[in-house]
């Protein structure tokens, strides 16, 4: 019986990690063969050492906190030395989203899943009240009676399952009746955020289906003033909706005055024609004052 013998290639890498500016070695570094899932970090030289590395084409990868990560493609067939400068960089946090939560969260770091609807987009769907503009978000749908009250579903549950919120203050309202509806003025919404899903460890235990929040004439850029008119009109009822506002923030004073106005008659099906009393009249009006100073 024959005998045959294999010699294994025993190939390394080893080489120093340093910073591109000031050539201090870095300590910690991580340096890593993502195709033969082997890596290490530097020690107090900045020196690093990587052994049992199969020849051919590989991609390294060599990172450190405060620094831009580098990554090169090597072909290693034998032990060699090489050495890594890395360049400093200024590390940016990602956008957050403001929620009714205790902090500012992240869309990929919630829980549940979070959808953000812009008053752009509100503005383009023809409805008669907010929970209206909202059913062409997929999951959310509504239960109405008239024009004028709206009560929101998500993914089929309702009622006291919905937490809504406006501007960081329950509404509750809408748990009164059937005929009692979301108390929020649509024309003033500048983004409304929806939770689908349980979200009860953040908004208490009637949050099973989900949450809805609104935010409404958010504060405008430092040096800015601001103003817009709105106005709408439905010929099924008549409806005539006008809204307006103007916001200004200068050397750390801010403030924003809006107010709305809707009247509309009874609207008509092809059932029973007008339907009676169901025309109504709305109106609302706002505005804040603030003061931002180096002294508080």
């Given at each position: 019986m024959?005998?045959?013998?294999?010699?294994?290639?025993?190939?390394?890498?080893?080489?120093?990690?340093?910073?591109?500016e000031t050539g201090e070695p870095l300590h910690g570094a991580s340096i890593l063969l993502a195709d033969d899932k082997i890596g290490t970090i530097s020690n107090q030289e900045g020196n690093y050492f990587l052994d049992h590395i199969s020849p051919g084409h590989?991609?390294?990868?060599?990172?450190?906190?405060g620094f831009a990560t580098v990554v090169v493609h090597v072909d290693i067939n034998q032990s060699m030395q090489k050495d890594f400068s890395l360049q400093p960089e200024i590390v940016e946090n990602r956008g957050v989203v403001v929620t009714g939560v205790a902090s500012a969260t992240s869309i990929r770091q919630s829980p549940a899943p979070l959808v953000a609807v812009k008053k752009q987009a509100l503005l383009q769907t023809p409805s008669?009240?907010?929970?209206?503009?909202?059913?062409?978000?997929?999951?959310?749908?509504?239960?109405?009676?008239?024009p004028a009250i709206s009560?929101?579903?998500?993914?089929?549950?309702?009622?006291?399952?919905?937490?809504v919120i406006n501007n960081g203050v329950r509404q509750e309202g809408q748990q009164w009746g059937d005929e009692h509806?979301?108390?929020?003025?649509?024309?003033?919404?500048?983004k409304a955020e929806i939770v689908k899903g349980p979200?009860?460890?953040?908004?208490?235990?009637?949050?099973?289906?989900g949450v809805i929040h609104f935010m409404s004439n958010v504060p405008v850029a430092?040096?800015?003033?601001?103003?817009?008119?709105?106005?709408?009109?439905?010929?099924?009822?008549?409806?005539?909706?006008?809204?307006?506002?103007?916001a200004g923030n200068k050397n750390g004073i801010n403030w924003n005055l809006y107010g709305s106005y809707k009247k509309?008659?009874?609207?008509?099906?092809?059932?029973?024609?007008?339907?009676?009393n169901s025309g109504f009249n709305e109106k609302n009006m706002g505005g804040y004052f603030g003061i931002n100073k180096s002294w508080g």
């Open positions: 024959a005998q045959k013998r294999s010699n294994a290639v025993h190939i390394s890498m080893a080489g120093k990690i340093t910073d591109a590989h991609v390294i990868e060599v990172s450190y906190v008669s009240n907010i929970i209206d503009a909202l059913t062409h978000v997929p999951g959310i749908s509504q239960v109405s009676t008239g009560k929101p579903i998500i993914r089929g549950l309702g009622a006291n399952r919905v937490v509806g979301i108390a929020v003025d649509e024309m003033s919404v500048q979200a009860s460890l953040m908004y208490g235990s009637d949050a099973l289906a430092e040096g800015t003033m601001k103003g817009h008119l709105l106005s709408n009109f439905q010929s099924n009822n008549n409806l005539l909706a006008l809204n307006g506002g103007l509309a008659g009874n609207y008509q099906n092809k059932f029973d024609g007008k339907v009676l």
